[in-house]
């Protein structure tokens, strides 16, 4: 099942990194969620990545076992664990390293977090390196992009409106890191319902801190 979230050449790490995941779960929950997000990348392959896992994160102490790519794989995947301090605690393991274009998708998974420090994080590393291929990658995979910023601009609505949003991390990391433009919008929402964007929610340049 997590083969399917990496490009094929890993499938022999992912196998043997999986036999590292306990098979006990959160509240005996079903693994994985419903849910998979598809996402391209720049050889063409397409990859499949669930939304949530419930997998306990119980092999921090194996990692020196494994290889620097498997210890990259571990992270990956549990930056999808419904535990947001797991989430966090992996996402900083993989923005300490070199990032390849396979973690990508994990990271514009997190971009639309609802957790306050996730979103720091990815601001505060990203905005400190060089991320032209993150912004191509999040070009090619439009629609996923242009959802986790409306994502990320419905949960500022929810809960951070004590922000303003033009001084708000989330903000910052789709416009500095991501390259998001108001033109992936326009062109994604052709012929579609429109949804909320940032230009166009009510009293937004009167919400300040």
């Known amino acids: 099942m997590l083969e399917a979230g990496f490009p094929r050449q890993l499938r022999a790490d992912v196998i ?107 601001y505060e590393k990203l905005s400190q390196t060089d991320t032209y291929s993150l912004k191509e990658f999040c070009r090619r995979n439009q629609r996923q992009f242009v959802r986790e910023h409306r994502r990320m601009i419905s949960y500022w609505n929810e809960y951070y409106r004590e922000f303003n949003f033009y001084d708000y991390d989330g903000r910052k990391l789709f416009h500095e890191c991501l390259g998001y433009s108001a033109s992936l919008e326009t062109s994604l929402d052709k012929g579609t319902q429109r949804k909320t964007t940032e230009n166009e929610l009510p009293s937004l340049t009167q919400c300040t801190a």
Not at 88 to 112: F, K, M, T
């Open 16 to 122: 043997t990194v999986e036999r590292y995941i306990s098979s006990a779960t959160y509240y005996n929950h079903a693994a994985f969620s419903e849910d998979y997000n598809e996402y391209s990348l720049s050889d063409g392959q397409s990859i499949s990545v669930p939304y949530r896992i419930y997998f306990l994160d119980t092999s921090w102490n194996k990692l020196p076992q494994m290889t620097q790519t498997q210890q990259s794989l571990y992270h990956a995947i549990f930056t999808r664990s419904c535990n947001g301090y797991i989430r966090e605690s992996h996402l900083r393991a993989l923005l300490d390293q070199d990032i390849p274009e396979w973690v990508y998708p994990y990271i514009l998974g997190l971009s639309g977090e609802y957790v306050f420090e996730i979103t720091e994080l990815l």
